[in-house]
């Protein structure tokens, strides 16, 4: 090669790694990242990834604020250990890429254990919750037997949609179809036009929309059967148990000194509902 093309070589690829460097120091100065798990490699930030229309247990609130009865406990959580507290919402169906990529410390959002108890490194179970279907009031559905021929929703990759693939397929066979939506807010909307006659879903997340979300709450009601039984945890990656053990160590101490049930009435959570730390 000649020696003057070969410099002017070297010169072009100098220019073009220090452009490069440069480029990626402004990035970062102007508050940019080109590692997307920067900060979840930060020891003293917790960042909790959570469904943010989820309600009671983490959403955002009228102010635009993420808020929420879990999102709560583990701001808690971090205020104690003295780390940073960062609630990161998710696509749903990205939760498990999202933990596994370390863009996420856990999943914490009325997170369900049964049936996924060999798929994380789980907390100790701390809410007992129930999978319930919500119909109209001015309708003829008063128990599960007459969901039969019906149009019923969930929300796609949800602990009910679990349940009556489930246990409780025979349930879900006596629909006409059982359809999943994107969110809660999507079958609501569909309940009320119409469009569907059912919507099984957690009983928390129930009672709140009924209660704070919905214009004509009397139009709708939650049938006394309830599809299963469940009990929610925090999912951690598997064999994060040092992560697990700090955090649940904490959670500990918090239902001990009625922090938890505080936070839980703050939400309008029943303590029945709480799973008190062995």
Request: hydrophobic letters at 35%; aromatic letters at 10%.
């Amino acid at each position: 090669m000649n020696k003057k093309i070969g410099f002017i070589l070297v010169l072009l690829l100098v220019s073009v790694m220090m452009v490069g460097t440069v480029s990626a120091g402004l990035f970062d100065f102007l508050g940019g990242s080109n590692n997307s798990n920067q900060t979840a490699n930060d020891e003293n930030t917790f960042i909790v990834g959570f469904d943010a229309e989820f309600p009671p247990y983490g959403y955002k609130d009228a102010s635009g604020n993420y808020t929420g009865f879990d999102l709560d406990l583990a701001k808690e959580v971090c205020a104690r250990n003295n780390w940073t507290f960062k609630a990161q919402p998710i696509d749903w169906d990205a939760k498990d890429a999202e933990l596994s990529s370390g863009s996420i410390d856990c999943i914490w959002n009325g997170y369900t254990i049964d049936g996924r108890e060999n798929d994380y490194t789980w907390s100790n179970p701390y809410f007992d919750n129930k999978q319930i279907f919500v119909v109209k009031s001015s309708g003829n559905v008063s128990s599960i037997k007459d969901l039969s021929g019906k149009t019923v929703e969930t929300q796609k990759d949800s602990s009910a949609l679990a349940a009556l693939n489930g246990d409780n397929k025979t349930i879900k066979d006596s629909f006409a179809t059982l359809t999943e939506v994107a969110d809660y807010n999507t079958a609501f909307m569909d309940l009320e036009s119409g469009a569907c006659d059912a919507v099984a879903m957690d009983i928390g997340v129930a009672e709140y929309d009924i209660k704070n979300k919905n214009d004509s709450a009397a139009d709708f009601k939650i049938l006394n059967d309830s599809i299963t039984t469940e009990k929610y945890g925090i999912g951690f990656k598997k064999g994060n148990d040092a992560l697990k053990d700090k955090v649940q160590a904490t959670l500990d101490e918090m239902f001990k000194d009625g922090t938890v049930a505080k936070i839980a009435k703050d939400y309008g959570i029943s303590e029945d509902a709480l799973i008190q730390p062995k």
